[in-house]
């Protein structure tokens, strides 16, 4: 476990004054969580949660922590990365005033080296659930009053899928025995991985044979070409199998496959990897490319995540809300954005059942894929059990 690096001293803004808000001292160090099995997608496996805590103090001593969850397979983005961008800024935060967080968040991104969107999502978080907790209100009450009213839905009940990952059909239907024990009812498989569409169609066969009725996320993580993503479409229809949901199978720069996915389809195609900023997200928008935009904190921060949902709203597509390999922390702020702006159509918030430890206390609560934040009274609720 890495020590961490803290530092202190007063909170002093610029102005001269002394908030209860200003930050008082910044701790980041390493978070390792071992899995029961590495966590495959088409890029590659995890085998282990290498994620980052943040631990925000403020001058009248209220605590919040964040989370980093970089996944290489997924952007590239390693724990490393997270850590040494954390600790690039951290003299820098020192006195700076956390009610300003948006603020410090887009600074943040300037700044930090080398750039990391789960860096800033990690400080973010600690800096909105130390506001919240001073305020004591629940991250979802506080994120609600932060986001543009143009991104706010009436709220609907958050219900998670479970991923099924790479790997062989006898694999996946073991997978698919164990979320139906949990009483999950949405599947997500992970495609596009080694052995190509037939090996996919194989996998998906099997899935469908022990649950013939529960829809499916057919996740890509930009795996595909054009050729092997017709190709299984062409598949899954002669099998009569139809997706709830085509998620991002075709790189992220390929709008034009993207659209045209959709029209030749005939299914719901989400972008991912496709939207990692605002401005990804207006030219998805733009472009027709997507019914739905997969929105995970961790690629850019909590405030680049709450103007993607406006500007998808704004567009008419509708709304994933997803993760990397996260914690209960992590995943639990992600059920507090998506219930605080509500409406969100699809949520995949499984990681930490993947998890053989859970090192927090507290976080959402979860029954049959159905996720309630309902209880959380200040900030998301999560601590270390070991103090940070």
Known sequence: MD???AIGGPAVSAAGVHPASAIRAVTVRALDIPLFEPFGISGGAQASAANVLVRVELADGTVGHGEAAPLPPYNGETQADALTALRSVTPWLQGRDAAAWQELGRAFQTRARPRSGSARCALETALVDALARQAGVSLTTFLAAEAPAAARRPAVRLETDMTVTTGTPAAATAAVRRIQRRGIRVIKVKIGGAGGPAHDLARLLAIRAAAPRAPLVLDGNAGLNRDDAFL????LQAARITPAVLEQWLPKDDLAGMRRLRRESGWLVAADEAV???EDARRVVRARAADVINIKLMKAGLGEALEIARIARAGGVGLMIGGNVESVLAMTVSACFATALGGF????????FFMSENPFRGGYRIRAGQISVAHL???????PRVAA
């Open 345 to 352: 159509r699809f949520a995949d918030l499984d990681t930490p």
């Open 232 to 235: 299984l479409v062409r598949l």
């Open 3 to 5: 020590a961490g690096i």
């Open 276 to 278: 990692t900023t605002a």
């Open 377 to 383: 009274r200040a900030g998301h609720g999560v601590v």
